[in-house]
T-cell receptor
Framework: DTAVSQTPKYLVTQMGNDKSIKCEQNLGHDTMYWYKQDSKKFLKIMFSYNNKELIINETVPNRFSPKSPDKAHLNLHINSLELGDSAVYFC?????????????FGSGTQLSVL | GQQLNQSPQSMFIQEGEDVSMNCTSSSIFNTWLWYKQDPGEGPVLLIALYKAGELTSNGRLTAQFGITRKDSFLNISASIPSDVGIYFCAGHLRNNNDMRFGAGTRLTVKP
């Protein structure tokens, strides 16, 4: 009954590869997010989706592309992976997408680019 | 860039001690939230604050929304080993449409 679930938990890959991380929420929330947590544990928002529309797109490389087949899913595709992409990526959701809302996070995907 | 200053960066305490951490900013916030991240997991919401001066408790945790709306603190009383983790403050800026996170306070509790 996990509220926000993401897969895989760990992802180890070579530079230049393309990979995807999947996320699903069963909370009935309208908005989903992707956050990146660097080695210093700093959390930075990457994207959010509300009803299949991108509403926040921070200054991330265009190698990163979120894809949402429906409001319960938000996948993250990464092309041409680079060493600096190594981090923990968290999916999250909130009820309506208001900036002051509580966020519900997944357990993270630790990406290691070799 | 980051607009929240969270301190301390880390704390090492003995079981049973009280803990205090805070977040400050030069900007005015409409909302403060406190999250805890256990190792290998995502952050989990502890307390949400929506009004200046608001004081809210959740078990042994107490958090306050600063009266100037530029700061917030989180206290943990009578710490126990399972309090170990990273505590994040997060705030919604008054004139901004996203949530900003502090850099986190890493708490270690020695039995």
């Amino acid at each position: 009954d996990t509220a926000v679930s993401q897969t895989p938990k760990y992802l180890v890959t070579q530079m230049g590869n393309d990979k995807s991380i999947k996320c699903e929420q069963n909370l009935g929330h309208d908005t989903m997010y992707w956050y990146k947590q660097d080695s210093k544990k700093f959390l930075k928002i990457m994207f959010s989706y509300n009803n299949k529309e991108l509403i926040i797109n921070e200054t991330v490389p265009n190698r990163f592309s979120p894809k949402s087949p429906d409001k319960a899913h938000l996948n993250l595709h990464i092309n041409s992976l680079e060493l600096g992409d190594s981090a923990v990526y968290f999916c999250a959701s909130s009820q309506d997408g208001r900036a002051d809302e509580k966020l519900f996070f997944g357990s993270g995907t630790q990406l290691s680019v070799l | 860039g980051q607009q929240l200053n969270q301190s301390p960066q880390s704390m090492f305490i003995q079981e049973g001690e009280d803990v205090s951490m805070n977040c400050t900013s030069s900007s005015i916030f409409n909302t403060w939230l406190w999250y805890k991240q256990d190792p290998g997991e995502g952050p989990v919401l502890l307390i949400a604050l929506y009004k200046a001066g608001e004081l809210t408790s959740n078990g042994r945790l107490t958090a306050q929304f600063g009266i100037t709306r530029k700061d917030s603190f989180l206290n943990i009383s009578a710490s126990i080993p399972s309090d170990v983790g990273i505590y994040f403050c997060a705030g919604h800026l008054r004139n901004n449409n996203d949530m900003r996170f502090g850099a986190g306070t890493r708490l270690t509790v020695k039995p």
